[in-house]
């Protein structure tokens, strides 16, 4: 007896389609599962055997053989569970309608109940694509999976429903399509908060509107992690597309709730400076994102930057250029992708009083340079704002004055996002921070003035070419902000102003 049932499988944040095919033959009793199978798939025997007892169905005494196909693709995890025991059933003629057009995904616990998985985003993607009408999903992961439009989704919470299902005893409903909601802005965290800080905050406005890196260094308490905090606050919502792609990281790691489905607001991710490097890119044996991952389509804020491990921050380098990290396995390699915004918060030496008009720096010259070289010169380069947080004047903690709130410096930024989307419009370009070398000349046009002035700033400052791309594309986001199509000698010099910390700081301290 022959049965084939389609499933679908996971590596990375790749899904592909998976037949599972069973034989049952007379024969020595046996259950076999081939096509590359690891630990956990092929202890899915003991969970079906179970599965079905609970069902009060017998395992056939017989000679069954499962492949799952294609035999070279590896197949890991619980995934497959349900495909099986359906295959197994099927083949055992427990069912009589054909199982054409659906594919099954979860794990089967002992007692039959259908256990949450995760990547089941990018899966059912792939189903619609590969034309599946309907896909059979644990119960907790359907509305991740009904964010897709176009194909039925079935929640399942136990074995004993999908055959009910399936015998036409008791038909499940397919489940209603997850329309998201409109990006929610959170209230609590406003730019309104913070007294003064003007330049600190236009330079954020700034970061916030071309998708820049920012660094901001400045004294104690002088409010960088409070800033850095707000940033969210100011950025633009996400497209549809972009929820998408970050949502599929997220179904990856396991990382949705029932209750939020899909990622409806730009992540902003901050993780503790002990973090490892295999948690900040990825990694692991089967790989999994990293946090700068996790930040696709947002924003990575890691606070007192130079308290992290310099090799794990090294490690930032490539993925910031490329916008994607591969990890590579003796299982594969994977791809995740990684378009972020990355600010990065710290004290200029270990008192943290180094440059401080008032207080005195206790700390060594030595102390100063070992501490500010725990952020390399192209790490250093890769922050297109360096932004000094300057204390808090009394005037302005006392003041009266109201502040200017988030939603009005948004504003600005989606009316200067809203210029940049329709500059791009048909290249993968989505911000002027994610301009490529080649086009950089085309899209990043300067009079005369500003060009004299770039050239001046370049011999003085003793540019790397890296910095001059990134001072031409912060000179972009400042001439879109003053909705100026040309680059001006204004753009370039207040583009050129923040680069300069690390003359302050760094230089002979490297
Ligand atoms: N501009 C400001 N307006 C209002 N409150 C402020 C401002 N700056 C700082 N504060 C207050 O000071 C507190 C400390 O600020 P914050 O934690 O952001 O400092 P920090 O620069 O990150 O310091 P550290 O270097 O110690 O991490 C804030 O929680 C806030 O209460
Ligand atoms: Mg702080």
Request: contains cysteine; aromatic residues 6%; neutral net charge.
């Amino acid at each position: 007896m022959f049965a084939k049932v389609s499933s679908l499988g996971l590596f990375g944040m790749n899904a592909f389609h998976v037949d599972v095919e069973i034989d049952i033959s007379r024969g020595n009793p046996q259950f076999d599962i081939v096509g590359l199978p690891d630990t956990v798939v092929r202890e899915s025997r003991e969970r079906i055997r179970a599965a079905l007892r609970s069902c009060s169905i017998n395992f056939p005494v017989a000679s069954v053989m499962v492949n799952l196909a294609p035999a070279d693709t590896k197949k890991s995890g619980s995934v497959h569970d349900m495909a099986i025991f359906m295959a197994v059933i099927r083949a055992m003629r427990m069912i009589d309608s054909p199982l054409d057009g659906c594919s099954f995904i979860g794990e089967i616990s002992l007692n039959g109940d259908i256990r949450r998985i995760n990547g089941v985003l990018p899966m059912v993607m792939l189903a619609r694509e590969k034309g599946i009408k309907s896909v059979f999903v644990p119960a907790e992961n359907a509305s991740e999976a009904s964010v897709i439009d176009g194909i039925d989704i079935y929640a399942v919470n136990n074995a004993e429903e999908l055959i009910r299902h399936f015998r036409n005893e008791e038909l499940l409903e397919p489940v209603e399509h997850y329309i998201p909601p409109e990006t929610a802005y959170d209230e609590i965290l406003d730019f309104a908060d913070v007294r003064g800080q003007q330049s600190a905050k236009k330079a954020l406005e700034i970061a916030a509107a071309g998708g820049h890196n920012a660094l901001l260094i400045g004294s104690p308490g002088s409010g960088k992690s409070m800033l850095s905090k707000r940033m969210s606050s100011i950025l633009p919502p996400l497209t549809f597309e972009e929820a998408l792609e970050t949502t599929k990281i997220h179904s990856v790691s396991g990382l949705l709730t029932p209750e939020m489905p899909i990622i409806t607001k730009r992540p902003f991710r901050s993780p503790h400076h002990t973090i490892s490097s295999a948690g900040l890119a990825g990694g692991g044996t089967i790989p999994h994102p990293g946090e700068v991952s996790l930040a696709h389509n947002g924003l990575l804020f890691l606070d007192e930057l130079a308290e992290f491990d310099r090799r794990t921050l090294e490690i930032l380098r490539q993925p910031l250029e490329d916008r994607r990290v591969t990890i590579a396995r003796s299982s594969g390699t994977v791809t995740y992708p990684c378009t972020i915004m990355l600010i990065g918060a710290m004290n200029p030496c270990p008192c943290g009083y180094f440059g401080h008009p008032k207080r005195k720096c206790t700390c060594s010259g030595k102390k100063v340079s070992a501490y500010l070289s725990k952020i390399s010169g192209p790490l250093l380069d890769r922050f297109d704002l360096h932004i000094e947080v300057a204390p808090v004047e009394f005037e302005d903690l006392s003041s009266k004055a109201k502040e200017e709130s988030s939603a009005e410096i948004r504003k600005r930024v989606v009316a200067a996002r809203k210029l940049q989307n329709e500059r791009f419009s048909g290249t993968p370009i989505t911000c002027n921070a994610l301009i490529t070398p080649d086009r950089l000349q085309e899209l990043c046009p300067m009079d005369e003035a500003a060009e004299a002035l770039m050239k001046n700033v370049f011999d003085r400052l003793g540019l790397s070419a890296r910095a001059y791309d990134r001072i031409l594309k912060v000179a972009r986001t400042i001439a879109d902000l003053d909705s100026s199509e040309v680059i001006r000698k204004q753009h370039v010099a207040a583009a050129a102003q923040y680069r300069s910390l690390d003359r302050k700081y760094w230089s002979g301290n490297e």
